[in-house]
C-alpha cells in the first residue's frame, strides 16, 4: 500500500516520480473543499451577526476602524467584536491593514443599508427556516421538512419580499433593455404571487399609462400596496388578494403576466397550471415572464440553482428548481413560442414566453 502524503499540494510542484514520505507516486485531493463547506455555516452566521450588529454601517459612517474603536461605539466586547470583523475579513467584505478595519467594494454596494445593490434584508431570510437545516437528512427520509413554509406563509413571505425587493427591482428595470415593455402601448400586467410587485412597479413606472393586476396572499399583498405607493403607481393597481391558482382573472385581456420567483416554490403540476392559466390570461402576442433560478441541462454545473433546490426540499413540501429545459417545454404545450432566457442581472435569470397567435383552448 503506498504512503499517503500529509502534504498533497506538494505534489503538484514536484515532477519526479519519487517514494517513500512525503513524496510518494499517489497525489490525493486535497482537503480545502471539505473545509470550505464546513466554514459555509460560520460565515453565514458571521455575516447575519456582523449585519444585525451594524458593524459595517458603523465602518462607513466613521471611517477604517479598529475592533476596539467599533465596539466602543456601538457599545459591544471589544475582543468578541475584533473576532467577529476578523471573520468578516474571512469572509472577503472587509480588509485588515495595520490592525484597521475597511470596508471594500463588496460591502458598500451590497453590505450597506443604503447600497445601491444592498442585500442585507435578504442575507439572513434567505435559506428559510434555519431550524428545517438542522433536520435535513430526517426530511430526505420522510420527504416533509419539519416545518414547511406553506404553514405559515405570512410569517416567512412577509420578509423574504420586503427582502428581495431591490434585487429584483433590479432584474425588472435592467430587463427592459431584452424586453422592450417601455415601448408598449397601455400594456396591461398580471402579476401572480406578485411578492412586493418589483416587476409591476417597474413596467407601471416606465410605461404611464400601464395598469395591472396583483395578487399575493392576505399579508404578503400589503408589502405591494406598500411598495407601489412608494413609487406612486399604486392607482393604476388593482389588488387581487388570494391563491394564485384560485382567483378570478378575465381571459385574454393582459399583454404581459408575471411569475417571479414562485414557480420553485409550488412544484411541478402548480407551476404547470400557472402557465396554463397565463396562457388562458394573455392576449394573442402577449408574453410571460417567469423570473427564477434555473438549473443547466445535465444539472451539475450550475451550483447556485442547485443548492437553492436543496433551500426547497428544506423549506417546502414540494418545491424545487427547474431546468430552463423543463420550463420550455411546459411553455411549448401551453402554446407559447419564442421560448428564450435571459440574464439581466447575476443570479436573475428570466423566462420569456410570447403567446401564440392561434387561440388555445383555456
Same mark, same amino acid.
Given at each position: 500500500? $503506498?504512503?499517503?502524503?500529509?502534504? =498533497?499540494?506538494?505534489?503538484?510542484?514536484?515532477?519526479?516520480?519519487?517514494? @517513500?514520505?512525503?513524496?510518494?507516486?499517489?497525489? /490525493?485531493?486535497?482537503?480545502?473543499?471539505?473545509?470550505?463547506?464546513?466554514?459555509? *455555516?460560520?460565515?453565514?452566521?458571521?455575516?447575519?451577526?456582523?449585519?444585525?450588529?451594524?458593524?459595517?454601517?458603523?465602518?462607513?459612517?466613521?471611517?477604517?476602524?479598529?475592533?476596539?474603536?467599533?465596539? %466602543?461605539?456601538?457599545?459591544?466586547?471589544?475582543?468578541?467584536?475584533?473576532?467577529?470583523?476578523?471573520? +468578516?475579513?474571512?469572509?472577503?467584505?472587509?480588509?485588515? +491593514? $495595520?490592525?484597521? *478595519?475597511?470596508?471594500?467594494?463588496?460591502?458598500?454596494?451590497?453590505?450597506?443599508?443604503? @447600497?445601491?445593490?444592498?442585500?442585507?434584508?435578504?442575507? =439572513?431570510?434567505? =435559506?428559510?427556516?434555519?431550524?428545517?437545516?438542522?433536520?435535513?437528512?430526517?426530511?430526505?427520509?420522510?420527504? +416533509?421538512?419539519?416545518?414547511?413554509?406553506?404553514?405559515?406563509?405570512?410569517? *416567512?413571505?412577509?420578509?423574504?419580499?420586503?427582502?428581495?425587493?431591490?434585487?429584483?427591482?433590479?432584474?425588472?428595470?435592467?430587463?427592459?433593455?431584452?424586453?422592450?415593455?417601455?415601448?408598449?402601448?397601455?400594456?396591461?400586467?398580471?402579476? $401572480?404571487?406578485?411578492?412586493?410587485?418589483?416587476?409591476?412597479?417597474?413596467?407601471?413606472?416606465? #410605461?404611464?399609462?400601464?395598469?395591472?393586476?396583483?395578487?399575493?396572499?392576505?399579508? #404578503?399583498?400589503?408589502?405591494?400596496?406598500?411598495?407601489?405607493?412608494?413609487?406612486?403607481?399604486?392607482?393604476? #393597481? %388593482?389588488?387581487?388578494?388570494?391563491?394564485?391558482?384560485?382567483?378570478?382573472?378575465? /381571459?385574454?385581456?393582459?399583454?404581459? #403576466?408575471?411569475?417571479?420567483?414562485?414557480?420553485?416554490?409550488?412544484?411541478?403540476?402548480?407551476?404547470?397550471?400557472?402557465?396554463?392559466?397565463?396562457?388562458?390570461?394573455?392576449?394573442?402576442?402577449?408574453?410571460?415572464?417567469?423570473?427564477?433560478?434555473?438549473?443547466?441541462?445535465?444539472?451539475?454545473?450550475?451550483?447556485?440553482? $442547485?443548492?437553492?433546490?436543496?433551500?426547497?426540499?428544506?423549506?417546502?413540501?414540494? @418545491?424545487?428548481? *427547474?431546468?430552463?429545459?423543463?420550463?420550455?417545454?411546459?411553455?411549448?404545450?401551453?402554446?407559447?413560442?419564442?421560448?428564450?432566457?435571459? %440574464?439581466?442581472?447575476?443570479?436573475?435569470? +428570466?423566462?420569456?414566453?410570447?403567446?401564440?397567435?392561434? %387561440?388555445?383552448?383555456?
Amino acid at each position: 500500500m $503506498l504512503a499517503d502524503s500529509p502534504y =498533497p499540494e506538494l505534489k503538484k510542484t514536484h515532477t519526479m516520480a519519487r517514494t @517513500g514520505r512525503p513524496y510518494t507516486d499517489y497525489k /490525493p485531493p486535497v482537503a480545502a473543499p471539505v473545509w470550505d463547506v464546513i466554514d459555509g *455555516f460560520g460565515r453565514f452566521h458571521t455575516l447575519c451577526a456582523a449585519l444585525e450588529l451594524r458593524v459595517l454601517e458603523d465602518i462607513q459612517t466613521n471611517g477604517p476602524s479598529t475592533g476596539d474603536e467599533v465596539a %466602543e461605539r456601538l457599545g459591544l466586547s471589544a475582543p468578541h467584536t475584533t473576532t467577529l470583523l476578523e471573520g +468578516v475579513v474571512a469572509c472577503g467584505f472587509l480588509e485588515r +491593514v $495595520l490592525g484597521v *478595519f475597511r470596508l471594500n467594494d463588496t460591502a458598500r454596494r451590497y453590505l450597506l443599508v443604503d @447600497g445601491p445593490a444592498s442585500m442585507v434584508d435578504l442575507v =439572513p431570510v434567505s =435559506p428559510g427556516p434555519l431550524d428545517n437545516w438542522r433536520h435535513l437528512a430526517e426530511t430526505v427520509r420522510t420527504g +416533509v421538512p419539519p416545518a414547511p413554509v406553506e404553514d405559515d406563509p405570512d410569517d *416567512f413571505y412577509v420578509p423574504l419580499v420586503e427582502a428581495t425587493f431591490t434585487t429584483i427591482s433590479r432584474c425588472a428595470m435592467r430587463a427592459d433593455l431584452q424586453l422592450r415593455y417601455s415601448a408598449l402601448t397601455a400594456p396591461r400586467v398580471l402579476d $401572480l404571487g406578485a411578492g412586493g410587485a418589483p416587476w409591476t412597479a417597474a413596467i407601471l413606472s416606465a #410605461v404611464p399609462d400601464a395598469t395591472a393586476v396583483v395578487n399575493d396572499l392576505p399579508g #404578503v399583498i400589503d408589502v405591494a400596496r406598500t411598495r407601489l405607493a412608494e413609487r406612486d403607481v399604486d392607482d393604476r #393597481v %388593482e389588488f387581487r388578494t388570494g391563491d394564485f391558482l384560485a382567483i378570478d382573472v378575465e /381571459p385574454g385581456t393582459f399583454d404581459v #403576466v408575471v411569475l417571479g420567483h414562485v414557480c420553485r416554490a409550488a412544484g411541478d403540476d402548480d407551476t404547470q397550471t400557472l402557465i396554463d392559466r397565463a396562457a388562458t390570461a394573455l392576449k394573442p402576442g402577449g408574453r410571460i415572464l417567469i423570473g427564477d433560478y434555473f438549473c443547466d441541462r445535465s444539472r451539475s454545473l450550475a451550483a447556485h440553482s $442547485l443548492m437553492m433546490g436543496v433551500t426547497m426540499m428544506a423549506s417546502t413540501r414540494v @418545491g424545487r428548481t *427547474f431546468t430552463a429545459d423543463e420550463v420550455g417545454d411546459w411553455l411549448t404545450a401551453a402554446g407559447f413560442e419564442a421560448v428564450r432566457i435571459i %440574464e439581466p442581472i447575476g443570479f436573475q435569470q +428570466v423566462i420569456v414566453g410570447t403567446r401564440t397567435h392561434e %387561440e388555445v383552448a383555456p
